[in-house]
């Protein structure tokens, strides 16, 4: 049990990294769902629009847990030093990055098949980002204070979105057992 403590971040930590995530992909989820729902309507019952909104924000739910869970992984596989120490700010700035960097992506892709030099160029500058922002925010204690005042923030969506993801999670496994 002593070596799970010495590999892994703190929950505290990782309950930082979870809100994050859930901010992340809940907020993205929901932009998604009222950018269709216009034409949801046109297409669909009340009831089926319930059962994709519950499908949404139970793979929200669950994409948000996947995240928090390799993140948290890769703490425990790394050094210390690079991903454990400092986990939730760490963990805080490799999702906004991450969010980012896929938002553009998404935006970019448009239902075409990225060149190769494109695919390249969004791994690679994401991750000289990130290296660059977690070096940054060691010398710049603000911006430090910053980021987890900003953290901080985000945790409160928490009370709002897990219970709505596991309230979806009941619809959509309701809906496939009977």
């Keep these: 049990m002593d070596w799970i403590n010495k590999r892994f971040p703190r929950r505290s930590e990782i309950i930082a990294v979870l809100s994050v995530a859930v901010f992340v992909c809940f907020s993205w989820t929901l932009y998604g769902f009222f950018d269709k729902l216009s034409s949801f309507v046109l297409y669909f019952t009340p009831a089926e629009i319930g059962n994709i909104f519950a499908f949404m924000m139970a793979f929200a739910l669950l994409e948000s847990l996947a995240v928090t869970v390799i993140l948290t992984l890769i703490s425990g596989i790394l050094p210390s030093g690079w991903l454990r120490e400092g986990f939730a700010l760490k963990g805080f700035v490799i999702l906004i990055i991450l969010a980012v960097t896929s938002i553009l992506f998404q935006k970019t892709l448009n239902l075409e ?10 791994l690679l500058v994401p991750l000289g980002l990130i290296l660059a922002l977690i070096s940054l ?9 910053f980021l987890i005042n900003i953290q901080d923030r985000i945790l ?3 009370y ?3 219970p709505l993801g ?3 999670l009941l619809v959509v496994l309701f809906k496939n057992l009977f």
């Design 137 to 145: 925010i060691h010398s710049k204690p603000k911006l430090k204070d």
């Design 166 to 168: 596991l309230f979806a």
């Design 160 to 162: 709002v979105y897990i």
């Design 113 to 122: 098949f990225p060149s190769t030099l494109s695919l390249v160029g969004f």
């Design 156 to 158: 409160i969506m928490l």
